[in-house]
């Protein structure tokens, strides 16, 4: 079987906050890498306004919601940037036209050893049948992982969080896309309730039953609800879900604020695969930038060069760890004003999902 997926950039991730007042989404500004380059001028006038972003080659995306709270959509191709006249309804919306204008590389995967999903009728999805292509993601799922679809979303997605707080899979907001005709993506749009049903947050993922790779889209909780460690159990008990089902990886974008310095204490790095071919000598760029920033700021406050030790420190939680010899948790200040792209592997022997899991140790609100 030919399945013929996309190839994206990653997306954008936050963790335990709202985002910025008044705005829609938690995700910081895209940074690093091409849109540095290409987006400068742009950026100069909507900091901080983008919400998805995403580029591939020469293209690129953002959606944002401008200063009179309308979802628009800026395009670049070349260098050269152009705003969307119309104003969409969701975030969601906005990001698909984006995809579509992106026109990604195409790579075609051929196994022959593939299962023929086509012949699958036993393992459709009853949680996802009022969406095109809903049921027949079930069997497409079963043939990739071995596993029933239905029970999948509802351990990553159907929580109970305690204090009456509960998690949900929002089916409106939910996405089959297809190739072929054959479902190879998942877009799995939820929400957050309170013991009074009051939603007080919300979440996307995509799941790409090709590549078997999550992409945390996006991760929002009201104010009044952050610090209590509901956002890290939902994480905890989603991650758990992947490895048990069999995905490779999750791909986000961490975002300014808390989320660049807590994805790297959970065992998020940067992404250094992102980009391809020619494009390929942009893969340490967000790496590159941190450093530097690690930098200045060492020298701004202890008035020395970086010692060794740490300049030859590659990893984000490495970084995220530095401490001064004040006893000041500088690492902790530069990861929490950062913003790159980050790619954890969920395999028990990679170092970034054992950093991972004494993070969550460290964090278990069921432990006494």
Request: avoid cysteine; charge should be neutral.
């Amino acid at each position: 079987m030919n399945i013929v997926v996309t190839k994206g950039g990653a997306g954008s991730g936050d963790f335990g906050h709202a985002g910025r007042p008044g705005l829609v989404g938690g995700s910081g500004p895209g940074g690093g890498s091409y849109h540095d380059r290409m987006v400068a001028d742009w950026q100069d006038r909507h900091l901080g306004l983008a919400v998805y972003q995403q580029e591939v080659g020469n293209r690129g995306i953002y959606v944002y919601e401008d200063e009179h709270q309308k979802i628009k959509l800026r395009m670049y191709a070349n260098g050269v940037g152009v705003t969307s006249a119309t104003s969409y309804d969701s975030l969601h919306d906005a990001y698909q036209v984006g995809v579509d204008f992106l026109n990604p590389v195409k790579i075609t995967i051929k196994r022959p050893d593939e299962p023929d999903v086509s012949a699958l009728t036993a393992h459709e999805s009853k949680l996802l049948m009022g969406l095109n292509g809903g049921a027949e993601a079930g069997n497409v799922f079963y043939a990739q992982f071995g596993t029933e679809l239905d029970d999948f979303l509802e351990n990553a997605f159907v929580q109970d969080l305690g204090n009456g707080i509960n998690s949900s899979i929002n089916i409106s907001g939910s996405t089959v896309y297809k190739k072929n005709g054959v479902p190879y993506m998942l877009h799995i749009d939820g929400e957050i309730r309170d013991s009074d049903t009051n939603k007080i947050g919300n979440f996307s993922r995509n799941l790409n039953l090709t590549t078997k790779s999550v992409e945390n889209t996006h991760f929002e909780l009201n104010p009044s609800e952050q610090g209590k460690g509901v956002g890290m159990d939902f994480y905890r008990t989603s991650e758990q879900a992947y490895v048990d089902a069999g995905f490779k990886d999750i791909k986000l974008f961490a975002d300014m604020s808390v989320g660049g310095y807590a994805w790297a204490r959970m065992g998020f790095d940067f992404d250094r695969k992102r980009y391809k071919g020619s494009d390929a000598i942009l893969n340490n760029s967000d790496y590159e930038g941190v450093m530097r920033v690690l930098k200045d700021r060492w020298y701004h406050n202890y008035k020395t060069i970086l010692p060794k030790k740490y300049s030859s420190m590659k990893h984000s939680w490495e970084i995220a760890t530095i401490v001064g010899p004040d006893d000041h948790k500088i690492g902790k200040d530069v990861m929490r004003g950062s913003s790159w792209s980050g790619v954890k592997i969920l395999n028990a022997k990679s170092a970034g999902y054992k950093v991972g899991q004494l993070y969550y140790a460290a964090h278990d609100r069921s432990r006494p």
